[in-house]
């Protein structure tokens, strides 16, 4: 295509001339400043529509906000990311803003970067999905744009943060798992490089296992493996129990994607879920719920804990400066992958 083909971007001079009124009564109706008569409004307006116009983000910019917000996410592989992605753009939406959706890839230093290009694209607010960092690190970056933290622990004067008690979660599962009888109950946990923070939900699940399993009188029976919420790890993990000479008649896994992961070994073993090893994950994401999976697993309201962050940020840029903590309560959802105990610990 030559350069003589490209259709220039039109703007608020072509707007003025097509309106034909000047180029400081055009700017005036895309501000919105006061003065402005509703014939004059109408007549510019017209003419963006028919020009198409579109104002530069960085024009808007400088004007004061763009009316664009951003999520940065880690794991856009684990759909309960995409709950929290949809239930913020629902919010977004419904306030007539934008949501750009940013992946971060791994690592605290990826996540850095990403947020200093979202700060410089002059991004309204930004919500973190689980950030890693320091509450101070965090603390400082609020001072520089409004922030909401989704997932991760804690309250901090400087940001919001949205989060489900995982630790209630964790507790639900292990009640549910003995209440049908079984008393060895493995647990999938995730880590990353270097030592986890302890308000991640990460932490505070493998907490919340152990606090169930002590308090059932099964402290000794605690068996954590340490792996990835992913379909790899937890793919893992299974084949891992499968190698052992006495084995769990449970496994927990901290999400459902590496409770997939768990089902795929056993399934592809032979091995009879729930009658050989019950299952069980957490974040109900959609294909637990599929007739012929249908996951035992802990609802926590991705969409809902999605829009309550979208909301909160759009309180932040409106204004608001009074931190908000928001905790969502989960629910056991419990399903065909988890039942009593048909056959003795450690047969196979």
């Known amino acids: 295509m030559s350069r003589s083909s490209v259709t220039k971007r039109p703007t608020i001079v072509d707007v003025a001339a097509h309106a034909g ?3 400081a009564a055009a700017s005036k109706v895309l501000r919105g400043a006061y003065g402005v008569s509703p014939e004059m409004k109408a007549k510019v307006q017209a003419s963006m529509k028919a020009l ?3 104002p530069l983000a960085s024009a808007r910019g400088m004007r004061g906000r763009t009316y664009t917000v951003a999520v940065v996410v880690a794991d856009l592989h684990n759909e309960f990311s995409s709950l929290l992605v949809e239930g913020i753009r629902r919010e977004c939406e419904r306030q007539k803003y934008r949501l750009l959706v940013a ?3 791994s690592g605290k230093d990826a996540q850095d970067r990403m947020v200093e290009d979202l700060i410089d694209r002059a991004m309204d607010g930004i919500v973190l999905i689980s950030p890693l960092g320091t509450d101070a690190e965090l603390e400082e970056l609020a001072k520089k744009i409004p922030v909401v933290v ?3 622990h804690g309250a901090s004067p400087e940001f919001d943060s949205v989060a489900a008690d995982d630790f209630a979660g964790a507790n639900l599962v292990v009640d549910h798992l003995v ?3 079984h008393r ?7 880590t990353t490089t270097g030592t986890n923070d302890a308000r991640l939900p990460e932490e505070v699940r493998v907490r919340g296992y152990v606090d169930a399993m002590i308090r059932h009188g099964l402290g000794d029976a ?3 493996i340490q792996s990835q919420w992913s379909q790899e790890g937890g793919e893992e993990s299974g084949r891992l129990i499968l190698s052992r000479k006495e084995r769990p008649t449970a496994v927990f896994a901290g999400c459902d994607v590496a409770a997939f992961g768990v089902l795929t070994a056993l399934w592809n073993a032979g091995i009879r879920v729930p009658d050989e090893i019950s299952v069980a994950g957490f974040d109900n994401i959609f294909t637990t719920s599929l007739a012929p999976i249908s996951m035992t697993t802990v609802d926590q309201s991705g969409l809902n804990m999605g829009s309550t962050a979208g909301r909160l940020l759009l309180e932040r840029v409106g204004g608001r400066a009074e931190a908000v903590n928001s905790s969502v309560l989960p629910v056991l959802v419990p399903r065909e ?3 009593a105990p048909l056959l003795e610990v450690g047969k196979g």
Do not use: E, K
């Open 21 to 23: 009124v000047s180029t």
């Open 52 to 54: 198409g116009y579109r």
């Open 103 to 105: 992946p971060a890839g």
């Open 150 to 152: 989704l997932g991760r």
């Open 179 to 181: 209440s049908l009888g």
């Open 184 to 190: 060895q109950i493995t647990y999938v946990n995730h």
């Open 222 to 224: 605690i068996d954590i």
């Open 337 to 339: 992958t988890s039942a």
